[in-house]
């Protein structure tokens, strides 16, 4: 048999081993548990909360929980009108809550999937208190008496959809549609815009992304290979837009595009001095979809030009000379040695700026007008006056971005980026 080895305090060595391993590990885990605790409360718990807000039904079963619940185990449809518990236990339940003036906030809340309920629940508030509760007449018969509507099984039908604990009916909104008893249905054409502002958001973070990479290249290569006094005067340059206030970067833009901004009045000027040259003038420059390119392109510029910067001063320039001295030409020097190690630095710049201008706010707000809003602006309203909406467009937009950085993934590699 192998002799075990042993401690001075008489322990097997495998044991104190593990022992301290352990030690190291716990260590270690408590150096970084502060940092563990301020991303699970300031990252991770909020993003649940959006989550879990997007889909929860708290306003139902808060007022008319007992309904709610038996609307959910009723097994009828459109063409069946409900029992007459569920018409009971809706009276009761709509009694208490017209005495704690809830009523409202209950038909405001349907009314958002249900056109029209806002004023039948205002109407049944005020008459239900004046209802004797124990003359003997179903329920049934005085909601009908009180209006049509109660009676009809396709108004129970659709308050069956939306009464169940969570529901998914703030992501149909999200995406301009509702649930109806025959499953999602879109909203009318007139009232479909959120899609539209999901696109442009998309649309306008792609291009001003590429903005930024053909403005912010050449930059990148100047700081990369001029002299180290006139790359510090650069960097200087890049960086100033960060001591600055971001609301008074986009202010500046709106003093500059203005119909009466500095840019117009130059332009007008050159009109008098050379005619037909900027025909025209003043033109719309601000609040539309322009302004928001260009304010935002010039926010952006330096989380686009600082990656690539990082990954350009890492070339060796002896590449470029041996390209050249087997007979490449310039630009062929360039694109088929210098670019391609670059890739890696704009990949790092085209993801951050991408992500951060998706979600923008501020900027599209003071310039954009009502052509140029983002989705993020109707997150913010919305996250105000319907927060299971909001929270809904918010949940999307995040999932719109993990896939699109999985494809992202896929197709340049996030592997390959590089900071530095």
């Known amino acids: 048999m192998s002799e075990v080895l042993l401690t001075k305090d008489g322990r097997p060595l495998h044991q104190s081993l593990a022992r301290a391993l352990l030690r190291n590990k716990i260590r270690a885990l408590l150096l970084i548990a502060p940092l563990l605790i301020f991303l699970v409360i300031t990252y991770v718990m909020p993003i649940f909360s959006v989550l879990y807000k997007s889909v929860n039904n708290d306003v139902v079963y808060e007022i008319i929980p007992q309904t709610a619940q038996q609307l959910m185990e009723w097994e009828g449809d459109a063409d069946t009108a409900p029992p007459e518990e569920i018409y009971a236990s809706f009276a009761t339940e709509m009694l208490i809550a017209a005495k704690a003036r809830e009523h409202g906030r209950l038909g405001v809340h349907y009314n958002k999937d249900i056109s029209g309920l806002s004023s039948k629940f205002r109407k049944l508030g005020r008459a239900i208190k004046k209802w004797d509760f124990e003359d003997g007449q179903s329920f049934k018969d005085k909601f009908v008496e009180l209006d049509e509507f109660w009676g009809k099984p396709d108004t129970w039908a659709q308050l069956k959809v939306y009464s169940s604990p969570y529901t998914m009916g703030n992501f149909a909104r999200a995406v301009d549609g509702n649930l109806t008893v025959d499953g999602f249905q879109m909203r009318p054409e007139n009232e479909r815009f959120l899609f539209k502002l999901f696109v442009r958001t998309m649309g306008l973070s792609l291009?001003?992304?590429?903005?930024?990479?053909?403005?912010?290249?050449?930059?990148?290569?100047?700081?990369?290979?001029?002299?180290?006094?006139?790359?510090?005067?650069?960097?200087?340059?890049?960086?100033?837009?960060?001591?600055?206030?971001?609301?008074?970067?986009?202010?500046?833009?709106?003093?500059?595009?203005?119909?009466?901004?500095?840019?117009?009045?130059?332009?007008?000027?050159?009109?008098?001095?050379?005619?037909?040259?900027?025909?025209?003038?003043?033109?719309?420059?601000?609040?539309?979809?322009?302004?928001?390119?260009?304010?935002?392109?010039h926010i952006l510029m330096p989380f686009m030009i600082l990656p690539m910067y990082s990954v350009m001063k890492t070339i060796n320039p002896s590449?470029?000379?041996?390209?050249?001295?087997?007979?490449?030409?310039?630009?062929?020097?360039?694109?088929?040695?210098?670019?391609?190690?670059?890739?890696?630095?704009?990949?790092?710049?085209?993801?951050?700026?991408?992500?951060?201008?998706?979600?923008?706010?501020?900027?599209?707000?003071?310039?954009?007008?009502?052509?140029?809003?983002?989705?993020?602006?109707?997150?913010?309203?919305?996250?105000?006056?319907?927060?299971?909406?909001?929270?809904?467009?918010?949940?999307?937009?995040?999932?719109?971005?993990?896939?699109?950085?999985?494809?992202?993934?896929?197709?340049?590699?996030?592997?390959?980026?590089?900071?530095?």
């Open 207 to 297: 291009f001003i992304t590429i903005m930024t990479i053909v403005l912010g290249y050449p930059v990148a290569w100047l700081l990369a290979n001029v002299s180290t006094r006139t790359a510090n005067l650069l960097m200087i340059m890049v960086l100033l837009p960060f001591w600055t206030s971001l609301l008074v970067r986009t202010a500046s833009w709106r003093v500059l595009l203005q119909d009466s901004g500095v840019l117009n009045s130059l332009f007008q000027w050159a009109n008098e001095k050379v005619p037909f040259l900027f025909n025209g003038a003043p033109y719309e420059l601000m609040y539309n979809q322009l302004a928001v390119v260009i304010a935002m392109t």
């Open 319 to 420: 590449y470029l000379r041996a390209a050249k001295s087997m007979g490449a030409t310039d630009w062929t020097a360039f694109w088929r040695v210098y670019f391609p190690l670059t890739v890696s630095g704009i990949g790092a710049g085209a993801i951050l700026v991408f992500i951060l201008a998706v979600g923008y706010y501020i900027t599209p707000a003071i310039v954009g007008g009502t052509d140029g809003i983002f989705i993020s602006n109707s997150i913010a309203g919305y996250l105000k006056s319907n927060q299971g909406l909001g929270a809904a467009l918010a949940s999307l937009l995040l999932f719109i971005v993990l896939v699109l950085y999985f494809i992202y993934d896929r197709i340049v590699g996030v592997d390959n980026m590089k900071l530095g």
